[in-house]
T-cell receptor, first 111, second 114 residues
Framework: RKEVEQDPGPFNVPEGATVAFNCTYSNSASQSFFWYRQDCRKEPKLLMSVYSSGNEDGRFTAQLNRASQYISLLIRDSKLSDSATYLC????????????FGRGTSLIVHP | DTAVSQTPKYLVTQMGNDKSIKCEQNLGHDTMYWYKQDSKKFLKIMFS???????INETVPNRFSPKSPDKAHLNLHINSLELGDSAVYFCASSQDGGGGEKLFFGSGTQLSVL
């Protein structure tokens, strides 16, 4: 089982739609969780951190379920500019923290 | 000013050559990383340095040798390049490697080995 797993998609949705991605992780001792966004041929950039209590930033909501070992990202009212790959990142504690990326979920928002 | 800068942006070379990629961050961060993103877009950590000391080395062939002359720089030297080394290499930094802080990435180096 991969450490961090995501459905690669692509998720193809119309503008204005609500779309959700999940990410599962295998290490129950994982400490911290993030969603990054990567545009084509660009570097990943932090979208939001994920907290146990859940957190919201505008149209984006992230949730963590430690019992089932997954995190989720919900995007409401999708915009064309939301088209990108969304990367789940889990910090695993070994001797040091290792930021481990999922393969990413591709989102395409069409008019 | 670019926070994390890496050079070159593109690198095209022949099999068997030796090449280097440079990375510098001006954020005052203590921890720097090298990631490899292959053709399937999977970002895999290669190395991490904290204050010039190697802290993560993830089963990378020893043809790859990172060097950190100071905490603001982490360079990657690759010997005897192979076709399978073709990928995008990203440098990143974080505040102290403590696990809760975000990563800042450079814009990537597209390496093509012919």
């Amino acid at each position: 089982r991969k450490e961090v797993e995501q459905d690669p998609g692509p998720f193809n949705v119309p503008e204005g739609a609500t779309v959700a991605f999940n990410c599962t992780y295998s290490n129950s001792a994982s400490q911290s969780f993030f969603w990054y966004r990567q545009d084509c041929r660009k570097e990943p950039k932090l979208l939001m951190s994920v907290y146990s209590s859940g957190n919201e930033d505008g149209r984006f909501t992230a949730q963590l379920n430690r019992a089932s070992q997954y995190i989720s990202l919900l995007i409401r009212d999708s915009k064309l500019s939301d088209s990108a790959t969304y990367l789940c990142v889990v910090n695993n504690r070994g001797g040091s923290y290792i930021p481990t990326f999922g393969r990413g979920t591709s989102l395409i928002v069409h008019p | 000013d670019t926070a994390v800068s890496q050079t070159p942006k593109y690198l095209v070379t022949q099999m068997g050559n030796d090449k280097s990629i440079k990375c510098e961050q001006n954020l005052g961060h203590d921890t720097m990383y090298w990631y490899k993103q292959d053709s399937k877009k999977f970002l895999k950590i290669m190395f991490s340095y904290n204050n010039k000391e190697l802290i993560i080395n993830e089963t990378v062939p020893n043809r790859f040798s990172p060097k950190s002359p100071d905490k603001a720089h982490l360079n990657l030297h690759i010997n005897s390049l192979e076709l399978g080394d073709s990928a995008v290499y990203f440098c990143a930094s974080s505040q102290d490697g403590g696990g809760g802080e975000k990563l800042f990435f450079g814009s990537g180096t597209q390496l093509s080995v012919l």
